[in-house]
Nanobody, 122 residues
Framework: QVQLVESGGGLVQAGGSLRLSCAAS????????MGWFRQAPGKERDRVAA????????YYKDSVKGRFTISRDNAKNTVYLQMNSLKPEDTAVYYC???????????????WGQGTQVTVSS
């Protein structure tokens, strides 16, 4: 089992940047693929980015490609989401999640954090 705690959300103007962090408990962090998801009011939660266990493979939602970067530090049990050129439509609660599935784009993540609010003003 793994517990996830996100941090780094906040209020930023359009065009600005934020870096989200997700700290994981336990000693088996490198056994999990990791993802960042977001949910805006009135919308379904969807996956923004994902990264494989080793960090060697990454995946992005089309609308964030070139602006967001997912990375992980297995020595620190932490996954990051660097968000640049933020837009008002990026406003949402952002969640990190862990999956035991080898293919990280497979639906059905196993563990979730509590979420962190990101608000982008125009």
């Amino acid at each position: 089992q793994v517990q996830l705690v996100e941090s780094g959300g906040g209020l930023v103007q359009a065009g600005g940047s934020l870096r989200l962090s997700c700290a994981a408990s336990g000693r088996t962090f490198s056994s999990y693929g990791m993802g960042w998801f977001r949910q805006a009011p009135g919308k379904e939660r969807d996956r923004v980015a994902a990264i494989s266990r080793s960090g060697g493979s990454t995946y992005y939602k089309d609308s964030v490609k070139g602006r967001f970067t997912i990375s992980r530090d297995n020595a620190k049990n932490t996954v990051y989401l660097q968000m640049n050129s933020l837009k008002p439509e990026d406003t949402a609660v952002y969640y990190c999640a862990a999956t035991t599935k080898l293919v990280v784009v497979t639906p059905g993540y196993d563990y979730w954090g509590q979420g962190t609010q990101v608000t982008v003003s125009s």
